[in-house]
Nanobody, 126 residues
Framework: QGMLMELAGGSVQAGGSLTLSCEVFGSADVNNYFAWFRQHPGREREGLAV????????WYADSAKGRFIISRDNRKPAVDLQMNNLQPGDTGVYYCAAARYLTLSRILQETMYDTWGQGTQVTVAA
């Protein structure tokens, strides 16, 4: 399956910005869809954004639209999530995930993805 590794979590003040990066290693790059999820304590993972490797088509959850931007650098390869105007409710563990095939109507559901990174903590202070 290869491996995904999230980098660059951290702490930021409310209203600030942070860019997360997910490096894609080995056979994980055969996947067609790359996504970012977020998990609050005691809750299921929430899909935030997805990018399709070939055409670069993107999908966003309502909570991410207008604030988050997902992008892919095919040279590395890596998948970045630029997050703007962060609020305390954005605090959580952020995960990178990948899938080779999925059902588009369920593209933000974690069950569609079979390759996951270890997660990185993002904390937004009020």
């Amino acid at each position: 399956q290869g491996m995904l590794m999230e980098l660059a979590g951290g702490s930021v003040q409310a209203g600030g910005s942070l860019t997360l990066s997910c490096e894609v290693f080995g056979s994980a790059d055969v996947n067609n869809y790359f996504a970012w999820f977020r998990q609050h304590p005691g809750r299921e993972r929430e899909g935030l954004a997805v990018i399709e490797k070939g055409e670069g088509t993107t999908w966003y959850a309502d909570s991410a639209k207008g604030r988050f931007i997902i992008s892919r650098d095919n040279r590395k390869p890596a998948v970045d999530l630029q997050m703007n105007n962060l609020q305390p409710g954005d605090t959580g563990v952020y995960y990178c995930a990948a899938a080779r095939y999925l059902t588009l109507s369920r593209i933000l559901q974690e069950t569609m993805y079979d390759t996951w990174g270890q997660g990185t903590q993002v904390t937004v202070a009020a």
